[in-house]
């Protein structure tokens, strides 16, 4: 049987190495990729991330490569990104807490999303595509959260890259309120390699300059006193898998994502990298 990879992507620009590294693997082993975004629109890759010899400025070093540049710019200008799933027309919102009603409107909620996460059980894992737009439209997206939840209820992994690693920490059940990673070890942007200057997305023509939020100190409070955010600061790579999740720190694991996904899923694989 064909494994089937949920794959979520921004609306407003993913890194194309992060979505192409772990996408290669998923092909060569004969994977099936079915790309999710919020509202249903056509994702498109950030411009740098189509740039060969683009250079990173808090990394110091080229980051782009010749193969990247190549291989994203081949999918954005394929139809293979073109009728993604519409994340907000599968999944219900949660109701606000004061809207009229709200104690049935919290049961027809529920009632939705376990209808939902019963059509989650025919994907193997989620992977989540890393890059500025998700810090827009992803991170905190709670109809996003509910789709995490449903592959965290069916014992799936869970993989996220660079940005898109807060997903993990936002997602929360909303009785207990705890975090999902709480005690779990994760990875992702440290505070070293952030942007000071030029943090951009796609559909707005404006310089954010800085992140929108320093990443590493939300994994660190999320993942609590018995867990470990691991910034691999100096080193290349920084992917750790603690299961079910999979968490890689930037473009430079993403391949390294796609093939410890595949250890996962035909191996067990459970622990890497810490």
């Not at 207990?176 to 707005?204: C, P």
Request: one cysteine or more.
């Amino acid at each position: 049987m064909t494994r089937k990879i949920l794959v979520v992507l921004s609306e407003y620009g993913y890194w194309g190495e992060e979505l192409i590294g772990p996408l290669d693997v998923i092909d060569e082993h004969g994977y099936e990729a079915t790309f999710l975004t919020p509202t249903g629109k056509r994702p498109y890759a950030l411009p740098p991330s189509k740039e060969p010899g683009f250079f990173d400025p808090p990394l110091d070093k080229v980051v782009v490569d010749e193969y990247y540049a190549r291989k994203t710019t081949e999918v954005d200008d394929s139809g293979r990104l073109a009728n993604p799933l519409n994340l907000e027309a599968w999944f219900p919102e949660r109701p606000y807490f004061n809207s009229t009603n709200f104690g049935h409107a919290l049961e027809e909620y529920y009632t939705k999303r376990d209808a939902c996460w019963k059509e989650l059980e025919q994907y193997d894992a989620l992977l989540m595509v890393g890059g500025s737009g998700p810090m827009i439209d992803m991170c905190n997206n709670i109809r996003l959260h509910d789709v995490i939840l449903g592959f965290l209820a069916q014992g799936k992994l869970i993989a996220a890259e660079c940005y898109a690693v807060t997903t993990l920490a936002f997602a929360r059940d909303f009785t207990e309120r705890k975090s999902i990673i709480w005690g779990k070890h994760v990875t992702g942007h440290a505070i070293e390699y952030d942007w000071h200057d030029g943090t951009g997305v796609l559909g707005i023509d404006h310089n954010f300059k800085w992140a929108f939020y320093p990443l590493e100190f939300i994994l660190r409070d999320a993942t609590g006193p018995a867990g470990q955010f691991h910034g691999g600061v100096g080193r290349t790579i920084s992917t750790i898998l603690d299961y079910p999740f999979l968490s890689g720190r930037s473009t430079q694991d993403s391949r390294l994502v796609g093939e410890l996904m595949v250890q996962v899923l035909e191996h067990g694989l459970r622990r890497y990298g810490w």
